[in-house]
Protein backbone atom coordinates (compact mmCIF):
# COMPACT_ATOMS: atom_id res chain seq x y z
CA UNK A 1 0.00 0.00 0.00
CA UNK A 2 1.50 3.57 -0.77
CA UNK A 3 0.39 6.47 0.64
CA UNK A 4 0.56 6.25 4.25
CA UNK A 5 -0.02 3.46 7.31
CA UNK A 6 -3.49 4.92 8.28
CA UNK A 7 -6.95 4.66 6.93
CA UNK A 8 -8.84 6.58 9.13
CA UNK A 9 -7.68 9.81 11.77
CA UNK A 10 -9.91 11.80 14.44
CA UNK A 11 -9.07 14.54 16.49
CA UNK A 12 -5.74 15.75 13.97
CA UNK A 13 -3.85 18.37 16.39
CA UNK A 14 -5.62 17.69 19.27
CA UNK A 15 -4.57 15.53 22.74
CA UNK A 16 -7.18 13.06 21.60
CA UNK A 17 -5.79 12.62 18.01
CA UNK A 18 -6.32 9.12 16.95
CA UNK A 19 -5.06 7.11 13.83
CA UNK A 20 -5.60 3.34 12.55
CA UNK A 21 -5.49 1.50 9.64
CA UNK A 22 -9.35 0.60 9.73
CA UNK A 23 -9.88 -0.07 6.12
CA UNK A 24 -8.33 -3.21 4.04
CA UNK A 25 -8.10 -4.63 0.70
CA UNK A 26 -8.17 -8.24 0.14
CA UNK A 27 -6.88 -10.93 -2.39
CA UNK A 28 -6.35 -14.60 -2.99
CA UNK A 29 -3.86 -15.90 -4.76
CA UNK A 30 -5.97 -16.42 -7.95
CA UNK A 31 -6.45 -12.70 -8.20
CA UNK A 32 -2.78 -11.93 -7.16
CA UNK A 33 -1.37 -14.04 -10.23
CA UNK A 34 -4.19 -11.89 -12.56
CA UNK A 35 -2.78 -8.45 -11.16
CA UNK A 36 0.39 -8.97 -10.02
CA UNK A 37 1.27 -5.57 -11.24
CA UNK A 38 -1.91 -3.79 -9.45
CA UNK A 39 -1.11 -1.09 -6.64
CA UNK A 40 -3.43 -0.22 -3.69
CA UNK A 41 -3.00 3.40 -2.51
CA UNK A 42 -4.35 5.16 0.82
CA UNK A 43 -5.31 8.84 -0.45
CA UNK A 44 -6.23 11.39 1.93
CA UNK A 45 -9.63 12.94 1.59
CA UNK A 46 -10.88 16.43 2.40
CA UNK A 47 -14.44 15.49 3.27
CA UNK A 48 -14.04 12.41 5.64
CA UNK A 49 -12.54 11.02 8.38
CA UNK A 50 -11.13 7.69 6.24
CA UNK A 51 -8.97 7.63 3.65
CA UNK A 52 -10.03 6.91 0.18
CA UNK A 53 -9.09 3.31 -1.34
CA UNK A 54 -8.15 2.89 -4.34
CA UNK A 55 -6.65 -0.58 -6.35
CA UNK A 56 -5.03 0.35 -10.02
CA UNK A 57 -5.04 -2.57 -12.16
CA UNK A 58 -3.23 -1.52 -15.04
CA UNK A 59 -0.54 0.58 -14.91
CA UNK A 60 0.02 1.52 -18.76
CA UNK A 61 -0.15 5.01 -19.46
CA UNK A 62 -3.50 6.29 -21.48
CA UNK A 63 -3.07 7.82 -24.31
CA UNK A 64 -3.28 11.48 -24.49
CA UNK A 65 -5.47 12.77 -26.95
CA UNK A 66 -5.46 16.40 -28.30
CA UNK A 67 -8.88 17.99 -27.42
CA UNK A 68 -11.16 20.35 -29.30
CA UNK A 69 -11.77 23.81 -27.56
CA UNK A 70 -14.37 24.54 -24.63
CA UNK A 71 -14.70 27.55 -23.07
CA UNK A 72 -14.64 27.66 -19.39
CA UNK A 73 -16.95 29.71 -17.70
CA UNK A 74 -15.05 30.52 -14.67
CA UNK A 75 -12.37 31.71 -17.15
CA UNK A 76 -14.31 34.64 -16.69
CA UNK A 77 -13.46 35.42 -13.35
CA UNK A 78 -10.03 35.22 -14.17
CA UNK A 79 -7.82 38.80 -14.60
CA UNK A 80 -6.07 37.86 -18.14
CA UNK A 81 -8.99 36.24 -19.89
CA UNK A 82 -9.72 39.55 -20.88
CA UNK A 83 -6.92 40.31 -22.42
CA UNK A 84 -6.10 37.32 -24.04
CA UNK A 85 -9.41 37.98 -26.05
CA UNK A 86 -8.80 41.52 -26.99
CA UNK A 87 -5.44 40.28 -28.16
CA UNK A 88 -6.68 37.87 -30.33
CA UNK A 89 -9.46 39.81 -31.94
CA UNK A 90 -7.25 43.04 -32.50
CA UNK A 91 -4.42 40.36 -34.10
CA UNK A 92 -7.55 39.27 -36.23
CA UNK A 93 -8.85 42.22 -37.56
CA UNK A 94 -9.88 42.03 -40.70
CA UNK A 95 -10.41 38.70 -41.28
CA UNK A 96 -14.05 37.27 -41.44
CA UNK A 97 -16.05 36.49 -38.47
CA UNK A 98 -15.62 32.66 -38.26
CA UNK A 99 -11.65 33.14 -38.79
CA UNK A 100 -11.50 36.03 -35.95
CA UNK A 101 -13.31 33.31 -33.89
CA UNK A 102 -11.25 30.72 -34.70
CA UNK A 103 -7.85 32.37 -34.05
CA UNK A 104 -9.68 33.50 -30.70
CA UNK A 105 -10.43 29.91 -29.63
CA UNK A 106 -6.97 29.08 -30.35
CA UNK A 107 -5.76 31.78 -27.98
CA UNK A 108 -7.93 31.20 -25.51
CA UNK A 109 -7.15 26.98 -25.90
CA UNK A 110 -3.75 27.53 -25.43
CA UNK A 111 -3.84 30.32 -22.18
CA UNK A 112 -6.72 28.38 -20.36
CA UNK A 113 -4.39 25.01 -21.14
CA UNK A 114 -1.62 26.90 -19.15
CA UNK A 115 -3.97 27.96 -16.98
CA UNK A 116 -5.63 24.57 -15.78
CA UNK A 117 -1.86 22.77 -16.22
CA UNK A 118 -0.44 25.85 -13.29
CA UNK A 119 -3.78 25.06 -11.35
CA UNK A 120 -3.31 21.02 -11.46
CA UNK A 121 0.36 21.24 -10.36
CA UNK A 122 -0.60 23.79 -7.58
CA UNK A 123 -3.12 21.16 -6.29
CA UNK A 124 -0.44 18.26 -7.10
CA UNK A 125 2.24 20.22 -4.50
CA UNK A 126 -0.13 20.85 -1.67
CA UNK A 127 -1.01 17.08 -1.91
CA UNK A 128 2.19 15.82 -1.26
CA UNK A 129 2.77 18.71 1.12
CA UNK A 130 0.37 16.98 2.76
CA UNK A 131 1.37 13.85 2.54
CA UNK A 132 4.00 14.73 3.91
CA UNK A 133 3.06 16.37 7.17
CA UNK A 134 -0.19 13.68 8.01
CA UNK A 135 1.20 12.43 10.71
CA UNK A 136 3.81 14.55 11.98
CA UNK A 137 2.03 15.41 15.04
CA UNK A 138 4.50 18.31 16.15
CA UNK A 139 2.65 21.62 16.89
CA UNK A 140 4.49 23.30 14.02
CA UNK A 141 3.47 20.00 11.70
CA UNK A 142 0.17 20.41 12.68
CA UNK A 143 -0.37 24.10 12.12
CA UNK A 144 1.23 23.69 8.65
CA UNK A 145 -1.17 20.58 7.70
CA UNK A 146 -4.13 22.95 8.72
CA UNK A 147 -2.94 25.34 6.26
CA UNK A 148 -2.77 23.44 3.43
CA UNK A 149 -5.58 21.85 3.59
CA UNK A 150 -7.50 24.99 3.79
CA UNK A 151 -5.46 26.21 0.43
CA UNK A 152 -5.97 22.85 -0.81
CA UNK A 153 -10.17 22.92 0.03
CA UNK A 154 -10.33 26.54 -1.86
CA UNK A 155 -8.71 25.63 -4.95
CA UNK A 156 -10.91 22.23 -5.13
CA UNK A 157 -14.25 24.94 -4.47
CA UNK A 158 -12.51 27.05 -7.81
CA UNK A 159 -12.15 23.38 -9.41
CA UNK A 160 -15.83 22.69 -8.87
CA UNK A 161 -16.54 25.97 -10.83
CA UNK A 162 -14.86 24.52 -14.06
Given at each position: M???????????G?????????????A??D?????????????????S????L???????????????????????????????V????????????Q?RL????A?L???????????????????????????????T??????????????????????
Amino acid sequence: MTGGRFTWVKGRGTEAWVEERLDRALANLDWLEMHGEAVFSCIYTLESDHHALFVELDLTPVRNVARSFKFESVWLLEEGCAMVVEEAWLLSMGQNFQDRLAICSAHLGRWGGEHFRRFGNKMRSLRQVLECLKEDRSPTGVAGFEEVERELQKLIREEEIF
